[in-house]
């Protein structure tokens, strides 16, 4: 069963004790696919890869507008295999890391301080290095982190409460 995109859960982010990652499939890549990573109703990081430039554009939304563009160069793969792109703490400050293996500091000017959440829409994929994976909707009873019993990373999921299902490809495991 698959559920339509506006019930798709969110996800919740907590750098301070959780890894992010997310694959951008070389679908998400060509087509510029976004994703947005949210405090309550604003968006914190907008990021999506832009082929004409080649390269990921990072944004955020202050107070109804968008702000200045980051960009950071970074060539497409050449395999079909997608990047993941992963956000994690070092030394206490948010950073980005890309599947290329460059590195980018957030903390001057993205703040992913507590709290955060997401939606991975397709064409992007929750990723192999998410080290928590809590789906913030009440109805929801299930919550999978890396010592949940009986997941292992890439294995199928599924999440049930009496209104609705989910099922996606499980990405849970540590770095």
């Not at 959780?18 to 696919?33: I, M, N, Q």
């Not at 939304?61 to 994690?88: I, K, Y």
């Not at 980018?104 to 955060?116: K, V």
Request: with cysteine; glycine share 6%.
């Amino acid at each position: 069963m698959s559920a339509s995109l506006d019930t798709l859960p969110d996800i919740d982010i907590d750098l301070s004790r959780d890894t992010f990652e997310v694959l951008f499939t070389d679908s998400a890549l060509r087509l510029s696919a976004a994703l947005n990573i949210m405090r309550g109703e604003s968006i914190v990081l907008h990021m999506k890869y832009s082929p004409l430039r080649a390269g990921f554009i990072l944004n955020d939304m202050v107070d109804g507008n968008w702000s200045h563009e980051v960009f950071v160069p970074c060539l497409r793969p050449q395999s079909s295999a997608g990047m993941a792109v992963t956000l994690l703490l070092q030394d206490d400050e948010p950073k980005l890391l890309l599947g290329t293996g460059i590195v980018i500091p957030l903390a001057e000017r993205f703040h992913l301080d507590g709290p955060l959440r997401t939606r991975v829409l397709p064409p992007l994929r929750l990723g192999q290095g998410s080290t928590r994976l809590a789906v913030s909707e009440a109805q929801i009873t299930q919550v999978m982190s890396p010592d949940a019993p009986g997941f292992e990373r890439g294995q199928d999921a599924f999440f049930a409460s009496p209104s609705r299902s989910y099922s996606w490809r499980c990405c849970i495991g540590s770095l």
